[in-house]
C-alpha cells in the first residue's frame, strides 16, 4: 500500500514550498550525479546544470534554496538506486516509485540523512536485507513494500523513536516481529506477505493503532489481545497464518471497519458483540469456528462468503441450526 498523497502531505506540512529562490550548489551538483547514476533518463531532462534546481522536475526546494523531498514514479532505469541521493543533506523525504529496473541494495550514503523522514520504495527490484544505517535517519515513514527483502525486520528499526507508519508487505522476510516498531500517535503497520513466524508481540495491543495488516505470513499463538472495544482500530486483517483462540468471548473496536481472520485455527463461536460492530468488510471463514451465527443488526450485511468452510457454523446466511 503506498503511502498516499494526503500522508505524505501530512509528513511534510511544516514545510512552504519554494521556487524563487536559488537553490543550493551543492545540492544541485547531487542532483546532476544522481541524474548522470540514473543514465540520463529523459523524464530528468528539465535538470541541466547551472539552472535554478529548485524550479526542476521530481523535487521540491526548501525556503532556504534546500532540496526537500525527491520523487521518482515509473522511470524507464536499468540501475542501483542512486548514492548521490546521500549527499542532499537537507532531504526530509525520498520516493521511488514502481520503477522495477531500479535492483540492488539500500546505499550505505542513506545513513548520512539524518533528517530524513520518509523512506517511500513502493514496487522496486530493491533486495537485501534491510540495513541497520536506517536508524540513523528520522524516518516517521518507512513503506519498502512490494521488493525482494529478505532476512529479518531488524531489531535497529526500534531505535527510530518517531516511526508511526512501517509497510514491509510483499517482500521475504523472516524471523519474528521485534516488539516495539512503532511510536506515537496514528499508527499504521503492514507486515503483510512474507515469512513471518511467532506469535504477535503484546505491545500492538496497545497504543495508537490505525491499522495492522499481518495477512499471509506463518504466525501463530493467540491475537485475541489486539481487540478491545476502546482501541482505535479501523482494520484489522490476520488472514492466511496458524493463529489459534478463541473468539467466543472477543470484543472489537468500535470503530473497525474492516477484519479478516480467514485462514487460521480460530476456535469457539462468532461473538455476539460483532452484532454492534458496523463494520465494512468481515471474513472469518477457513477457521474451526461452530455454534450459530448472530443475526442482528450489522450482521445482515455479510453473506456466506464471509463465514464458509467452518467446522459447524450454523444459521443465516449459511443452512438453518438443527435444533
Ligand atoms: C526503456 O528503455 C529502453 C532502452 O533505454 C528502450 O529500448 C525501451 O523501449 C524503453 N521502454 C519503454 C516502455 O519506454
Ligand atoms: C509495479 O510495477 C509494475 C511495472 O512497473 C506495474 O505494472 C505494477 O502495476 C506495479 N504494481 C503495483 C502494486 O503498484
Ligand atoms: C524528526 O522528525 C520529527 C517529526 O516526526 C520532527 O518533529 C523533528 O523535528 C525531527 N527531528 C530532527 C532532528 O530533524
Ligand atoms: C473470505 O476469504 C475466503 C478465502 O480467501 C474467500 O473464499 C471468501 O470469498 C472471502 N469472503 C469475502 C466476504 O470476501
Given at each position: 500500500m503506498p503511502i498516499s498523497h494526503l500522508f505524505f502531505l501530512f509528513f511534510v506540512s511544516h514545510l512552504t514550498i519554494s521556487s524563487s529562490l536559488d537553490c543550493n550548489a551543492a545540492d544541485r551538483r547531487a542532483l546532476l550525479n544522481v541524474k548522470s547514476e540514473l543514465g540520463n533518463p529523459p523524464e530528468l531532462s528539465a535538470w541541466l546544470p547551472a539552472t535554478n534546481c529548485c524550479t526542476w522536475s521530481n523535487v521540491y526546494c526548501t525556503d532556504t534554496g534546500r532540496i526537500y523531498n525527491i520523487y521518482l514514479f515509473s522511470l524507464n532505469v536499468s540501475t542501483t538506486i542512486p548514492n548521490s541521493l546521500g549527499d542532499l543533506s537537507e532531504l526530509l523525504t525520498i520516493q521511488l516509485q514502481?520503477?522495477?529496473?531500479?535492483?540492488?541494495?539500500?546505499?550505505?550514503?542513506?545513513?548520512?540523512?539524518?533528517?530524513?523522514?520518509?523512506?517511500d520504495l513502493t514496487n522496486t527490484s530493491v533486495s537485501g536485507p534491510i540495513p541497520d544505517f536506517l536508524s540513523r535517519t528520522n524516518l516517521s515513514g518507512l513503506d519498502l513494500?512490494?521488493?525482494?527483502?529478505?532476512?529479518?525486520?531488524?531489531?535497529?528499526?526500534?531505535?527510530?523513536?518517531?516511526?508511526?507508519?512501517?509497510?514491509?508487505?510483499?517482500?521475504?522476510?523472516?524471523?519474528?516481529?521485534?516488539?516495539?516498531?512503532?511510536?506515537?500517535?496514528?499508527?499504521?503497520?503492514?507486515?503483510?506477505?512474507n515469512k513471518l513466524i511467532g506469535e504477535i508481540p503484546k505491545d500492538y495491543g496497545n497504543g495508537d493503532i490505525d491499522t495492522i495488516d499481518l495477512s499471509h505470513n506463518r504466525l501463530t499463538g493467540d491475537a485475541s489481545f489486539l481487540f478491545g472495544i476502546t482501541k482505535p482500530m479501523t482494520k484489522i486483517d490476520l488472514s492466511w497464518n496458524q493463529l489459534e483462540f478463541d473468539l467466543t468471548r472477543a470484543v472489537f473496536p468500535h470503530h473497525l471497519d474492516y477484519l479478516d481472520l480467514s485462514y487460521n485455527k480460530i476456535k469457539g463461536k462468532v461473538p455476539k458483540s460483532l452484532q454492534d460492530i458496523p463494520l465494512r468488510f468481515l471474513n472469518v471463514s477457513y477457521n474451526e469456528l461452530c455454534g450459530e451465527i448472530p443475526n442482528r443488526r450489522f450482521m445482515v450485511y455479510h453473506n456466506a462468503d464471509s463465514y464458509i468452510h467452518n467446522k459447524c457454523l450454523c444459521g443465516a446466511p449459511l443452512r438453518p441450526c438443527t435444533t
Open positions: 514502481t520503477i522495477l529496473g531500479i535492483y540492488g541494495t539500500i546505499p550505505p550514503s542513506f545513513s548520512k540523512l539524518t533528517k530524513l523522514e520518509l523512506l513494500s512490494n521488493n525482494k527483502f529478505s532476512g529479518p525486520i531488524p531489531l535497529s528499526l526500534t531505535k527510530l523513536p518517531n516511526l508511526r507508519y512501517l509497510d514491509l508487505s510483499g517482500n521475504s522476510l523472516s524471523g519474528t516481529i521485534p516488539p516495539g516498531l512503532l511510536h506515537g500517535t496514528f499508527r499504521f503497520l503492514y507486515l503483510s506477505h
